[in-house]
């Protein structure tokens, strides 16, 4: 897939459903997760697009100064223009909060307990697992107050009900741990899945929610970039 054609499909599955992450983005367009970074870093510079600065998801931007992205013939002179173009506008590029790629992505590996290297989506998963483990009767109301889970998911909710959770679920792109049977949590009668849509501020955010409950929980950060 050429890198025009990329941007098109991204634009468009971004329309169709916002609020998507790079990795929705890339399987719903069935593209390279290079390619679909830099379609997304030329559209959120165009204004085509905006990304949630708590989830690190995109949407299209219906105020932006345009929908489409043209195709420009580069010339050795229009090359040396971008170049000290993209020189001057390096800061201003970069699309999501400090220590992010310009996918709205960072490294960050973390460790809880006996697991290690987990990625943020894996870390909140252990965090609520273990706090049913400690807590067999809690109620999802309370589970959703102790992980404060409208305040950091406004979209999709940090924990819902099964059948809920698998109703984000769009193009084959999972905004919840529903596939693997090992990942919905049992609550009473209940089974809940636990959101796997994070940004590395929504994840900080959470980890201060935690040191701040008397949940005992410690979570240590095993790879920063």
């Known amino acids: ?59 299209f931007n219906s105020e932006g100064k345009s929908t489409q992205v043209e195709e420009q ?9 971008k170049a000290q173009q993209k020189s001057s506008k390096k800061e201003d590029d970069d699309l999501g909060p400090k220590n992010v790629n310009p996918g709205g992505r960072n490294n960050n590996r973390y460790r809880f307990g006996e697991e290690r290297n987990l990625p943020k989506g894996r870390l909140v998963l252990a965090l609520v697992r273990a706090y049913v483990d400690k807590n067999p009767k809690v109620s999802l109301t309370k589970l959703k107050e102790v992980f404060h889970s409208e305040e950091l998911q406004p979209r999709f909710g940090v924990i819902a009900e099964l059948s809920i959770a698998k109703g984000f679920s769009k193009n084959k792109v999972d905004r919840f741990f529903v596939k693997n049977a090992d990942d919905v949590i049992k609550l009473g009668n209940a089974r809940i899945a636990v959101c796997n849509q994070w940004s590395l501020d929504g994840i900080n955010k959470l980890l201060k929610i935690v040191a701040a409950h008397p949940i005992g929980f410690k979570v240590k950060v095993e790879v920063a970039e």
Do not use: C
Not at 1 to 14: G, R, S, T, Y
Not at 73 to 81: C, E, H, I, Y
């Open 1 to 59: 897939m050429k890198n025009q054609k990329v941007i098109d499909a991204v634009l468009e599955f971004i329309k169709s459903n916002p609020g998507s992450s790079v990795e929705a983005i890339t399987v719903g367009i069935k593209s390279s997760d290079i390619l679909v970074r830099g379609a997304i870093k030329t559209l959120a510079t165009d204004g085509a697009i905006i990304a949630d600065q708590d989830t690190g998801a995109y949407s």
């Open 73 to 81: 013939k580069v010339t050795p002179a229009s090359a040396d223009k």
